[in-house]
């Protein structure tokens, strides 16, 4: 859960230490676009799924942000287009040539621009998902500790989901990093708790996969620490100026790169 308020604060986070960075909408409901105030080109990504001849430069568009020095540059940004969404229906998916493997061709030209490309697509695990599965080198799971489903979905996609990613692409990729908890309260403590205890029984059920490395990182006895990104108010909050919250606050900036420290940022 909060996979959008990610990508975008992510996004942002890489930015500010002078990452390229590119994020993609592949998501129907279009929650990374709306959040950032953008709206698709005279091309659209749909366009580009359909017709490989459409070069994918003439989509991606840069996010600006107004500051007293002036206009600013941060990250890029492929929108999302209201014609994505009937590609919910399998039929009209169908007729994407390359079906779930067209988005990673369709990225590929962009693969050496760019430090990062951040991919947000729904849970569910259809067309979008599966797309977006394929076409990455990892996976970076948000869950909320007080949400039981949240936990089991995230278990779902690293033994199910991705094993069946990696038996189609024949490169050993895409690799699921550990998980994290997303959306904490500081006033309830007591759900960490919850959620490592459930986390447990989750590692004892699974028989096929060791699920250790996924829900506990950093274990050492003693210290089950792990990276989590608080529940401030300040971040949904931020979406409503359209900017990400770590370009507004210090000390979301502070949480989102101790996060991008701690997963994958390449110094």
Known sequence: M????TVINLAGALAYKGKKVLAVDFDSQGDLTRSLGATPGKVTLTQCLKDPRIDVHTIVQTYRLKTPKGIVSVFNLIPRDSELEKLTDSQNAAYIQKGTRRL?????????EYDYILI???TQ????????LFAADVILIPTRPDDLSSLNNAVRVITKFIPETVKSRHDGG??????????VSSK???????????IQKLIKQEKDIDLTPYFRPLFKKGNEDKCIIPDYALISSATFDRIPAVLKHKKVLEYYQKLAGEYFIDE
Not at 174 to 183: D, E, K, M, Q
């Open 120 to 122: 947000d697509c729904p």
């Open 2 to 5: 909060g996979k959008t308020t």
């Open 188 to 198: 309830n403590q007591n759900a960490t708790k919850l959620a490592n205890e459930e």
């Open 174 to 183: 895409p690799i699921a990093l550990p998980i994290f908890f997303n959306g």
């Open 125 to 132: 695990w259809l067309y979008f998902s599966q797309s977006g």
């Open 104 to 112: 990673r061709d369709l990225l590929a030209p962009l693969r050496r």
